[in-house]
């Protein structure tokens, strides 16, 4: 069944303003999505359809229910707990970032191509988490749509629809990017649909910068809700009636937009963006008003937070700590010594440090010191990241360090070649990389990367598919690593079990949604005989792991963390579980989700781990609540424990503990069906 609906609308307008036309036929086109392109993280797992992200394409298959359920698009993590376990990553740049750091997308592809006017999203449990949406033009280039910040809202379902940018071409694929931090549960997402036209329509000449948005809300006639406020569609049964009164008056209130003028304007790539066009000297006066700009905007930001050790009583004499009185004293600031300006200059952003380069002949020598280039985050530039940019990086980072490339490159923005020729340039000092979702990755590239980069500690590769076995048995040649992360990667049990023998100091390893390695408990073998400084695991859905995987690590007394959830191999662990989780008194995260046969005796070694602050125990049908309430009073530091699905335990009892146990998050996952909206 096709997936989109199509009426088509007659635009009379009686507007003379050149480029409008007086009648013209335009089409409204509905559809849901055909297909997903690609994601960053499922709950699911790639041989199932429970919670996977393709659950997304065709019509909406639970809403308006809401609460949990495997029909729909889940991701893998929520609030602030992966953020504070032992594996959390640091950021190399943080000040790279946004108000809102994206942690999670999902690209989708339509049947046709529309001017978009609106795109919903149907969440069905725990809405709030959608923080930016983008749109794909031909030329394979990313626009935003919209962005916001993540919200708290109302535990029901809704269809989120936050007014749209002005969109200048005609798009099929939209990107929606999610932030967890707000959170109390896993966020579902069951349908998103795309409605466009097929010609692009502007309101009439003075209605709010012919604002389309501002238009469809002044018709949709919607009181304004406090809860969510970028909503326009809050009760589902009255959805889009803002549509529908457009297109009955669309010539009163819109004209139609012939021109092919915008369909020819530049994206603003990274180097426009950030202002890297600028190779020499600029005019006096743009380099008056950059200086300017760095004095009152960037400078007074990091004077308070910047430890300026010996010359800081001299910058305290010379230049006041306020806007204005900087204004005054620029003389005295260009004084100081380079060293002093290296080390404020460190804590710049990407775009400030560009900015920099266009004040004076000194400043621009100094704003390119490949010192201030030691780390480098382009993961907030992934929709902007070409090679014209890495070019422009390339000199600049001779003593690059630590790069985070994740997201970047997508969709032939970045080639192989390209990333390949970057690590010729600036490879050799890396100690971390990240290439988490980067379609360019594929053996070539890995192989370079175990050539050039000998002293890495961190590799990240999540979701790099293109990679096959011969790709990962280079990476035997990497000594020092101390992070790899290969979710969703389809490694081999040998190739994996060469690079542990050759990695003694691996602290943390991420194996989620492997389902390559047919044999876990050789790698968890492995791991225990070249691994003893293990920190933490990451095992989720290695269902060929069993108890005598579980038994090997116990030798890593160091863990602090574990995840073996959905290892349903493991059946009932038994002694195995025990002996682990008795070997490891320093746990402070451990998920077990979806493992049916647990008991309380086989948790029982787990009440003396004193540091314990993260337990998942979802699907656990045989617990009692006895074991849970001594998780309750045993563990001090406890903070989230998931009793969802767990039978034995009742939701009176949960409420209780609640209430007894404030500090304490306390997770229930449930469903309702045919939610009635309040």
Request: proline share 5%.
């Given at each position: ?23 013209e036929s335009v089409a409204f086109v509905e559809q849901f999505v055909k297909e997903v392109s690609d994601f960053s993280s499922q709950y699911g797992s790639d ?632």
């Amino acid at each position: 069944m096709v997936s989109f609906d199509e009426v088509k609308v007659e635009l009379v307008s009686v507007n003379t303003e050149k480029n409008l036309t007086n009648k013209e036929s335009v089409a409204f086109v509905e559809q849901f999505v055909k297909e997903v392109s690609d994601f960053s993280s499922q709950y699911g797992s790639d041989n199932s359809i429970s919670y996977t992200a393709y659950n997304i394409a065709g019509n909406p298959s639970k809403f308006p229910d809401y609460g949990d359920y495997p029909q729909a698009f889940v991701m893998r993590t929520y609030g602030c707990w992966w953020d504070v376990a032992p594996s959390r990553p640091i950021d190399y740049m943080p000040q790279n970032n946004g108000p809102v750091i994206s942690q999670d997308y999902i690209d989708v592809e339509y049947y046709r191509e529309v001017y978009p006017v609106r795109v919903s999203i149907y969440e069905t449990y725990n809405p709030g988490s959608v923080v930016a949406i983008w749109a794909r033009d031909n030329n394979r280039r990313w626009h935003q749509l919209w962005s916001g910040p993540p919200q708290i809202v109302s535990r029901k379902p809704r269809i989120f629809s936050p007014p749209l940018q002005l969109c200048h071409f005609k798009t099929k694929m939209i990107r929606v990017e999610f932030n967890h931090s707000l959170l109390d549960y896993y966020t579902e997402v069951d349908a998103i649909l795309l409605i466009g036209t097929s010609e692009l329509i502007l309101p009439h000449i003075g209605f709010q910068n012919r604002n389309l948005s501002a238009l469809l809300q002044e018709l949709g006639d919607t009181t304004h809700n406090n809860e969510d406020q970028y909503n326009l569609t809050p009760d589902y049964l009255k959805i889009n009636q803002d549509l529908k009164k457009l297109k009955n008056t669309l010539g009163k209130h819109c004209v139609l937009y012939k021109s092919k003028v915008m369909d020819k304007v530049p994206i603003g790539k990274l180097v426009s963006k950030l202002g890297m066009h600028c190779h020499c000297i600029p005019p006096i006066d743009e380099a008056f008003n950059s200086l300017q700009h760095f004095l009152q905007e960037d400078f007074p930001k990091l004077i308070h937070d910047i430890n300026l050790s010996a010359a800081s009583s001299s910058l305290t004499d010379t230049s006041p700590s306020t806007s204005n009185s900087i204004d005054n004293t620029c003389g005295s600031f260009s004084s100081l010594p380079d060293e002093t300006l290296l080390k404020i200059l460190k804590n710049l952003d990407l775009q400030s440090l560009c900015r920099c380069c266009k004040v004076n002949r000194r400043f621009n020598n100094i704003a390119r010191d490949a010192l201030l280039y030691t780390s480098l985050n382009l993961k907030p530039y992934w929709y902007c990241l070409d090679i014209v940019a890495l070019n422009y990086l390339a000199p600049r980072c001779q003593y690059l360090q630590k790069l985070d490339l994740s997201w970047c490159g997508n969709y032939d923005a970045i080639t192989s070649y390209d990333i390949i020729e970057f690590l010729n340039s600036c490879g050799s000092q890396l100690t971390h990389l990240r290439l988490n979702s980067c379609q360019f990755v594929n053996d070539s590239v890995i192989e370079k990367v175990a050539a050039v980069c000998n002293d890495l500690k961190e590799l990240c590769l999540r979701n790099c598919i293109a990679i096959t076995n011969h790709g990962f048995r280079q990476l035997t040649k990497l000594k020092f690593l101390e992070r790899l992360e290969l979710y969703r990667t389809t490694i081999e049990t040998s190739s994996l079990c060469a690079i542990l023998k050759q990695n003694p100091q691996m602290h943390h390893l991420n194996l989620a949604g492997c389902n390559h390695i047919p044999n876990m408990d050789e790698v968890a073998i492995a791991i225990a005989n070249s691994c003893p400084h293990l920190e933490s695991i990451d095992f989720w859905k290695a269902h060929s792991l069993s108890p005598n995987g579980v038994r090997a690590l116990t030798r890593c007394v160091q863990l602090r963390e574990v995840d073996f959830g959905w290892c349903l191999g493991m059946g009932a662990p038994g002694d195995s579980l025990r002996a682990l989780l008795s070997s490891c008194r320093s746990l402070e995260k451990v998920f077990l989700a979806a493992l049916r046969g647990l008991t309380d005796r086989d948790l029982e070694p787990l009440l003396s781990c004193q540091k314990l602050q993260q337990l998942d125990l979802l699907g656990a049908r045989s617990l009692t609540p006895d074991i849970c309430l001594r998780f309750l009073l045993c563990c001090p530091q406890l903070r989230m424990i998931d009793l969802s699905f767990c039978e034995a335990i009742s939701d009176i009892k949960v409420q209780e503990w609640r209430q007894l146990y404030p500090h304490v998050s306390i997770k229930r996952s449930f469903q309702t069906s045919g939610f009635n909206f309040i």
